[in-house]
């Protein structure tokens, strides 16, 4: 148990459409990542955002944004979703951007684009 | 650029036998380097993590990882195999940037024989 909670836990969507997930981080975290795990493939980094700002973006288009709450809570949204999309996507608190710094992870949304 | 190679993607042990992951890392400079454990619909557990000092790592569940410089690896070990290691394992590195990103291999799965 890590303390980040991430909602939904599985979502159906079509092409097209819009979605949002949620992380709520673990107490004391002013940081948080967002990754994209693929069937088969290890988690790529989206981005991370540090004390309500962006703090560094992965290889994503646009239509990936996010936004960070004032109690550190964050949100992904993805607009105009695609096949591709289909994925579990992680979340990951921690305190502060520095490598020392333990990620603790959510245990994911199971994202489905039909 | 930074990148991790896992050459393994599925290994089979026997429970009670000895256990070796492969990791091989490319980067710059002094790696930050890491091993997760994703067990079936769950996030990543961290395992262990080299940053600096000595080149052999305990961490958790008896695992331990050695750091090797000249052969860019950083390889997973255990001596005994329990049925409840059973699930994915993934090598990171830190990306050393401004932020405590990490750049995931594809994984190795691996499997428990009674």
């Known amino acids: 148990e890590t303390g980040v909670t991430q909602s939904p836990t599985h979502l159906i969507k079509t092409r097209g459409q819009q979605v949002t997930l949620r992380c709520s981080s673990q107490?004391?975290?002013?940081?948080v990542s967002w990754y994209q795990q693929a069937l088969g493939q290890g988690p790529q980094f989206i981005f991370q955002?540090?004390?309500?700002?962006?703090?560094g973006r992965g290889n994503f288009p646009p239509r990936f944004s996010g936004l960070q709450f004032p109690n550190y809570s964050s949100e992904l949204n993805v607009n105009a979703l695609e096949l591709d999309d289909s994925a579990l996507y992680l979340c990951?608190?921690?305190?502060?951007?520095?490598?020392?710094?333990?990620?603790?992870f959510g245990s994911g949304t199971q994202l489905s684009v039909l | 650029a930074q990148s991790v190679t896992q050459p393994d993607i599925h290994i089979t042990v026997s429970e009670g036998a000895s256990l070796e992951l492969r990791c091989n890392y490319s980067?710059?400079?002094?790696?930050?380097l890491f091993w997760y454990v994703q067990s079936p619909g769950q996030g990543l557990q961290l395992l262990l993590k080299?940053?600096?000092?000595?080149?052999l790592v305990q961490g958790i569940k008896g695992f331990e990882a050695e750091f090797k410089r000249s052969q860019s690896s950083f390889n997973l070990r255990k001596p005994s195999v329990h049925w409840s290691d059973a699930a994915e394992y993934f090598c990171?590195?830190?990306?050393?940037?401004?932020?405590?990103?990490?750049?995931f291999g594809t994984g190795t799965l691996l499997a428990v024989q009674p």
């Open positions: 990951a608190s921690s305190l502060g951007v520095g490598q020392g710094g333990k990620l603790f």
């Open positions: 107490s004391g975290h002013n940081t």
């Open positions: 955002y540090y004390r309500e700002e962006e703090n």
């Open positions: 980067y710059g400079a002094t790696p930050y």
């Open positions: 080299y940053f600096s000092g000595d080149t």
């Open positions: 990171a590195v830190g990306d050393g940037g401004a932020t405590n990103k990490l750049i």
